[in-house]
């Protein structure tokens, strides 16, 4: 349970999360870096880390979980096209991607399922670029600026919408 608190774990536990249930946790260009790039700004924090403890808390939710990254735009594509017969909701951090694809909004765009957007930093306090996200406009949440923490923010909220 680690540093959870009980009132938030039984809670989880209460949601009746099916374990038939399986999100996307999908990270695009650069994340594979986090822990040694610009570490001032993005924490150090791994992104092997953040898996396991998303994997840990998934386990938890009883919910599955599948863990992703790329630095190529067709390839989250591809990603994105096959979660539609296989994942229920999917939790991503686009990175760069987010102020560039349309073809990534396209694809989420096809996608039935809830989608989460997470970004480590707070991209509206960033230059004027990253304060525009073309995910944020098919996401059913955004979460911004909270760290490494964001993504189990991300995980509670996309098992929240599933139940």
């Known amino acids: 349970m680690d540093n ?38 993005y924490g150090s924090t791994t992104l092997e880390e953040i898996e396991a403890s998303c994997t840990k808390l998934a386990g938890e939710l009883g919910i599955g979980l599948r863990c992703f990254q790329s630095n190529s735009e067709g390839q989250f594509v591809d990603w994105i096209q096959e979660a539609r017969g296989s994942a229920a909701a999917i939790v991503m951090n686009p990175g760069a991607y987010s102020h560039t694809s349309i073809a990534i909004l396209d694809a989420l765009a096809a996608f039935d399922g809830p989608v989460i957007e997470v970004h480590i930093s707070n991209i509206h306090a960033r230059e004027t670029f990253r304060r525009h996200s073309y995910v944020s406009q098919r996401a059913d949440a955004v979460i911004a600026g909270c ?16 139940r």
Do not use: T
Request: proline content about 6%.
């Open 4 to 41: 959870r608190s009980p009132d938030l774990y039984f809670g989880i536990q209460a949601m009746g999360v099916s374990m038939s249930k399986l999100v996307y946790l999908m990270n695009g260009p650069n994340i594979n870096l986090l822990g040694v790039r610009q570490p001032e700004l």
């Open 147 to 162: 760290g490494a923490d964001g993504y189990e923010f991300g995980l509670l909220r996309a098992a929240r919408l599933l």
